[in-house]
């Protein structure tokens, strides 16, 4: 496989269970996101990739980010290059696993939440919803041309903190605003927290997940 995963198979059999691939965020591992798998519904085949750039102490990056003007402000160049090896990896994981095509979903926080929104947006094809928590839509990654029905599709719930200090909440208000602008399929929540997945929030996560598979 082109990158590194742990997985949770479902604890309810299927010959073509849901999918949902966990992205970490920046200086994380496949480890963190994974805590969650045991309280999602069983039927999900669950996914927990590790981002491709080595980063500071053990963690890894899907690309690198200069805080350093105040505005965060994303390697384009490493966006686009993790954006391709996910998707390749998202390829490889439906070859591999055969899951139910009609019911892929990402959930992302921070980088992995921006990852998550830049998959969907290029491969709307490929995706049925994601989860983005504490993350926000870069320009860049948005389509080129017009929003198709494809991209309207697209279920997304998107979470932030208004007490966020390293992705405040403007950002997460911006990408929103995006969304509705475009006639997404979305909700957006706010929650009196930093940049973290506090109970309430996850509650909210798990809530929309299992929601997805209740009919199955």
């Not at 990056?61 to 391709?84: C, H, L, M």
């Not at 009609?102 to 939440?113: I, P, R």
């Amino acid at each position: 496989m082109s990158l590194h995963y742990i997985s949770q198979p479902p604890r309810v059999a299927s010959k073509n269970p849901p999918l949902l691939i966990l992205l970490h965020g920046l200086g994380s591992n496949e480890q963190d996101l994974f805590s969650f798998a045991p309280q999602l519904d069983p039927r999900y085949l669950i996914i927990s990739v590790r981002a491709p750039l080595p980063y500071d102490y053990g963690g890894y990056a899907w690309f690198t980010i200069d805080f350093s003007r105040g505005v965060p402000k994303p390697n384009i160049g490493q966006v686009y290059e993790a954006r391709q090896q996910f998707t390749l990896f998202l390829d490889e994981i439906v070859q591999k696993y055969h899951p139910d095509l009609n019911h892929v979903y990402l959930a992302g926080f921070s980088q992995g939440a921006m990852m998550s929104y830049a998959t969907a947006l290029a491969n709307p094809e490929k995706i049925t919803g994601l989860v983005a928590m504490s993350g926000y839509i870069l320009n860049e990654t948005t389509p080129k041309k017009s929003v198709t029905p494809a991209h309207q599709q697209l279920k997304i719930l998107a979470t932030h903190g208004t007490n966020d200090s390293v992705l405040p909440i403007y950002l997460g208000r911006s990408a929103a605003n995006y969304l509705q602008q475009h006639q997404f399929n979305y909700e957006f929540k706010e929650y009196t927290m930093g940049h973290e997945v506090n109970q309430l929030c996850f509650a909210d996560v798990k809530r929309w997940l299992d929601q997805q598979v209740e009919n199955l």
